[in-house]
C-alpha cells in the first residue's frame, strides 16, 4: 500500500503546518501508521506513530518533536493529520507517511512503497 502524504509548505518558524495521509484505497484496514521526514543528506526518520485499536489510539513521538507535533485519526475522513506547531528550521524535510509493522519491543519499519512526500520549509 502507498499511502500520500499532502499540506507541506514554506513557512517562518514558529508557525504552524497541518499535514494530512491518505490513500485511493482508503486507509480504514492500517491499524499503525507514521510520519518520517528526511532533511538533505541526511537518513530518514521516524518522528510520529499512531496505534488503533478497539480500545482507542496510542501515539508516539520522536524526541525532537514532542510537545510540538501531533499526530491523529481521522477515521470518518480515512486521513491521519500531522499538526506541527512551533516549527524551527531543523524541521525542514521532505515528509512522508507509511503504514507500519512493528518488532513489538519499540521498533518500527514502513510497510508498502513510498510515495512522493510533501516538502516542509521552514525559515528562520
Known amino acids: 500500500v502507498q499511502l500520500q502524504a499532502s499540506g507541506g509548505g514554506s513557512v517562518q518558524a514558529g508557525e504552524s503546518l497541518r499535514l494530512s495521509c491518505s490513500s485511493s484505497?482508503?486507509?480504514?484496514?492500517?491499524?499503525?501508521i507514521g510520519w518520517w521526514r528526511q532533511a538533505p543528506g541526511k537518513q530518514r526518520e521516524l518522528v510520529a506513530v499512531?496505534?488503533?485499536?478497539?480500545?482507542?489510539?496510542?501515539?508516539n513521538y520522536t524526541s525532537s518533536v514532542k510537545g510540538r507535533f501531533s499526530i491523529s485519526r481521522d477515521f470518518a475522513k480515512n486521513t491521519v493529520y500531522l499538526q506541527m506547531n512551533g516549527l524551527k528550521p531543523e524541521d525542514t524535510a521532505v515528509y512522508y507517511c507509511?503504514?507500519?509493522?512493528?518488532?513489538?519491543?519499540?521498533?518500527?519499519?514502513?510497510?508498502?512503497?513510498w510515495g512522493p512526500g510533501t516538502q516542509v520549509t521552514v525559515s528562520s
Open positions: 484505497g482508503g486507509i480504514f484496514g492500517i491499524t499503525t
Open positions: 507509511s503504514a507500519l509493522d512493528s518488532d513489538g519491543v519499540g521498533n518500527y519499519f514502513a510497510l508498502g512503497s
Open positions: 499512531i496505534s488503533s485499536g478497539s480500545s482507542g489510539s496510542t501515539t
